[in-house]
């Protein structure tokens, strides 16, 4: 089992920037990617960013160059850092891991961004 605890959402204003943490435990070797996705109102969830375990990412096409996916693997933890923010990245974003075929997910947080 691999548990997963996000914090950093809120409120910020257009062009603004958050930082979200995501800090996972339990079973957390052979860990073989981790991710950001996001879930607006009435809307399907779809990915952000990931990463895989050699450290190669990819994003959405509606964040790059916005958005950049890091982690630390002392404190098993992934980042998004989100620059630049557009009302339309408003949404729940939660953390993802997948594990030998697995994925768990995070609680989810809110990132909304409105003037």
Known sequence: QVQL????G???????SLRLSCAASGSI??????????QAPGQQRELVARIFSGGSTNYA?????????SRDNAKNTVYL????????????YYCNAERIGRAYWGQGTQVTVSS
């Open 5 to 8: 605890v996000e914090s950093g």
């Open 10 to 16: 809120g409120l910020v204003q257009p062009g603004g």
């Open 29 to 38: 070797f052979r860990i073989d990617v981790m991710g950001w996705y996001r």
């Open 61 to 69: 096409d509606a964040v790059k160059g916005r958005f950049t996916i």
């Open 81 to 92: 850092q989100m620059d630049s923010l557009k009302p339309e990245d408003t949404a729940v």
